[in-house]
Nanobody
Framework: EVHLVESGGGLVQPGGSLILSCAAS????????MSWVRQAPGKGPEWVGYITRDGYTKYLDSVKGRFTISRDSDKMTLFLQMSNLKPEDTAVYYCNVVLWGKDYWGQGTQVTVSS
């Protein structure tokens, strides 16, 4: 059974940093592209970025230069390093994988950027 478990969220001041993790199980982690998606209060889901199985990354324009996605295939973990956080980054952050045409999501982790 596929499981994705996000962690690392919290309350941070503007300009601060956080590192989110997503522990994966139930599939061959190293052979699939992985994504981060966020959902702010009252808004729809917003794709943040992805990393291919080969380590190529692509990001939402508004987070370029501030967010970095990485992965550790041995530990089956996906990471999202966030720096210079802004209030508009406040959202629940989810990791995502598409397996055999089906989307899988974790439960999400809340990131709140506020002074």
């Amino acid at each position: 059974e596929v499981h994705l478990v996000e962690s690392g969220g919290g309350l941070v001041q503007p300009g601060g940093s956080l590192i989110l993790s997503c522990a994966a199980s139930g599939f061959t982690f190293g052979t699939y592209d992985m994504s981060w998606v966020r959902q702010a209060p009252g808004k729809g889901p917003e794709w943040v970025g992805y990393i291919t199985r080969d380590g190529y990354t692509k990001y939402l324009d508004s987070v370029k230069g501030r967010f970095t996605i990485s992965r550790d295939s041995d530990k089956m973990t996906l990471f999202l390093q966030m720096s210079n956080l802004k209030p508009e980054d406040t959202a629940v952050y989810y990791c995502n994988v598409v397996l055999w045409g089906k989307d899988y999501w974790g439960q999400g982790t809340q990131v709140t950027v506020s002074s």
